[in-house]
């Protein structure tokens, strides 16, 4: 009887085990449903709806979410490592391919640069330091098509009119060693609009300021002067201040040393909404705009093209000026101005010249004479 009476606790002890078992499981079926959801968050980040698409991007960058996991690692590594001066003097920039494309209504310029560089240093290089305007932000850089990991830093430098230069500390696979040669491939872009910092931190006006530092881009008028007022493309440059004696001069004079046998190739592509630019001087070479590609919409801008080909810089730096303007060539002098010169001198638009059509084109003549005189007193003077 002990006997039936032990089975039959067991049976009922199993059965309360068992129904104790059901209902504690459903409470642990919510966790076990909650864990997959951040991967199931995670599964379309590929599609970064934060991505800016630079020219073209294939599709293997957008497929494996691992590629965005390891980028903060790889940053985070590279970050501690820094360039010194002797590096950065190292660094001889020996052939630029630049593609370039300007937004004027956004201020905007974004570059695909394709660089052959040189070590002229007596050490291999184990990273090399590649600098732009503290307007303009890196976004990739490659050696035969590898992405290649590269640290952030800031410098102060009065080479760029903002007064400040974005460096790229980028890490070899392997040291490139003394007069050794390397072809890189880096996109970068952002604003440039008119920044006087440096001269404004001495205490110049505001306005003498910006009447010296202009560099820009606008729908109007796009200048780039290159370095020493604006770095629109990869440098390798030790940092300079303006009120540290002639330093910052010395500097740019041993820059265009440097680089006075390298080539440059400049490939341009501008947007525009209304009147499209119709002069383009590339690193001091007039060239001809083509016809517009697309006619803006409402909705879309229009484009035009121009293109340098390869081009000894000789004692230059690259420079880039677009800009809508009217083009008089006289005595073998080319001048770009806003109206003709009979308009700037007064000779349209007027009642009595419209009565008197031989009267009006002689009274022109002579202002359009004085102008010129004018003009040309004032080239004689330097001004």
């Not at 630079?54 to 494996?64: A, K, L, M, T």
């Not at 629109?232 to 540290?244: A, E, H, K, N, Q």
């Given at each position: 009887?002990?006997?039936?009476?032990?089975?039959?606790?067991?049976?009922?002890c199993?059965?309360?085990?068992?129904?104790?078992?059901?209902?504690?499981?459903?409470?642990?079926?919510?966790?076990?449903?909650?864990?997959?959801?951040?991967?199931?968050?995670?599964?379309?980040?590929?599609s970064?709806?934060?991505?800016?698409?630079?020219?073209?991007?294939?599709?293997?960058?957008?497929?494996?979410?691992k590629?965005?996991?390891?980028?903060?690692?790889?940053?985070?590594?590279?970050?501690?490592?820094?360039?010194?001066?002797?590096?950065?003097?190292?660094?001889t920039?020996?052939?630029?391919?630049?593609?370039?494309?300007?937004?004027?209504?956004?201020h905007?310029?974004?570059?695909?640069?394709?660089i052959?560089l040189?070590?002229?240093?007596?050490?291999?290089?184990?990273?090399?330091?590649?600098?732009?305007?503290?307007?303009?932000?890196?976004?990739?850089v490659?050696?035969?098509?590898?992405?290649?990991?590269?640290?952030?830093?800031?410098?102060?430098?009065?080479?760029?009119?903002?007064?400040?230069?974005?460096?790229?500390?980028?890490?070899?696979?392997?040291?490139l060693?003394?007069?050794?040669?390397?072809k890189l491939?880096?996109?970068?872009?952002?604003?440039?609009?008119?920044?006087?910092?440096?001269?404004?931190?001495?205490?110049?006006p505001?306005?003498?300021?910006?009447?010296?530092?202009?560099?820009?881009?606008?729908?109007?008028?796009?200048?780039?002067r290159?370095?020493?007022?604006?770095?629109?493309?990869?440098?390798?440059?030790s940092?300079?201040?303006l009120?540290?004696?002639?330093?910052?001069?010395?500097?740019?004079?041993?820059?265009?040393?440097?680089?006075?046998?390298?080539?440059a190739?400049?490939?341009?592509?501008?947007?525009f909404?209304?009147?499209?630019?119709t002069?383009?001087?590339?690193?001091g070479?007039?060239?001809?705009?083509?016809?517009?590609?697309?006619?803006?919409?409402t909705?879309?801008?229009?484009?035009?093209?121009?293109?340098?080909?390869?081009?000894?810089?000789?004692?230059?730096?690259p420079s880039l000026?677009?800009?809508?303007?009217?083009?008089?060539?006289?005595?073998?002098?080319?001048?770009?101005?806003?109206r003709?010169?009979?308009?700037?001198?007064?000779?349209h638009?007027?009642?009595?010249?419209?009565?008197?059509?031989?009267?009006?084109?002689?009274?022109?003549?002579?202002?359009?004479a004085?102008?010129?005189?004018?003009?040309?007193?004032a080239?004689?003077?330097?001004?």
């Amino acid at each position: 009887m002990k006997i039936w009476k032990s089975i039959a606790a067991a049976v009922l002890c199993g059965a309360f085990c068992g129904a104790a078992a059901q209902q504690q499981t459903p409470a642990l079926q919510p966790s076990q449903t909650q864990q997959p959801s951040p991967t199931g968050q995670g599964t379309p980040q590929p599609s970064n709806p934060n991505a800016k698409v630079i020219f073209s991007r294939s599709d293997e960058d957008e497929v494996p979410a691992k590629t965005e996991t390891a980028k903060p690692e790889a940053t985070k590594a590279s970050d501690t490592v820094k360039a010194t001066d002797q590096e950065r003097g190292s660094v001889t920039f020996t052939a630029y391919d630049l593609d370039v494309h300007l937004a004027p209504r956004e201020h905007i310029l974004t570059v695909r640069a394709r660089i052959e560089l040189r070590n002229d240093g007596e050490q291999p290089l184990k990273v090399i330091p590649l600098q732009i305007s503290s307007s303009l932000q890196f976004e990739d850089v490659s050696l035969d098509g590898k992405r290649l990991v590269f640290g952030r830093q800031v410098l102060n430098s009065d080479v760029d009119h903002t007064g400040q230069l974005n460096e790229a500390v980028v890490e070899l696979p392997s040291p490139l060693a003394p007069k050794a040669t390397l072809k890189l491939e880096t996109v970068y872009s952002g604003p440039i609009e008119i920044d006087a910092k440096r001269l404004i931190q001495l205490g110049t006006p505001d306005d003498v300021a910006e009447r010296s530092d202009w560099d820009r881009i606008s729908e109007d008028f796009t200048g780039l002067r290159g370095f020493g007022n604006s770095v629109w493309y990869p440098v390798s440059s030790s940092p300079v201040l303006l009120g540290d004696g002639a330093k910052l001069f010395a500097e740019i004079g041993a820059q265009k040393l440097r680089q006075s046998e390298a080539s440059a190739t400049v490939r341009v592509s501008v947007e525009f909404f209304g009147v499209p630019p119709t002069v383009a001087v590339l690193n001091g070479h007039a060239v001809e705009i083509d016809k517009p590609t697309a006619m803006p919409t409402t909705d879309y801008p229009g484009i035009v093209t121009c293109s340098l080909p390869p081009t000894k810089l000789g004692f230059a730096v690259p420079s880039l000026f677009v800009a809508s303007r009217t083009l008089s060539e006289s005595n073998g002098v080319r001048l770009c101005s806003r109206r003709k010169y009979g308009e700037r001198a007064g000779c349209h638009g007027s009642g009595d010249n419209r009565q008197a059509p031989g009267r009006a084109m002689a009274g022109c003549k002579a202002k359009e004479a004085a102008y010129r005189r004018r003009f040309a007193g004032a080239g004689r003077r330097g001004l």
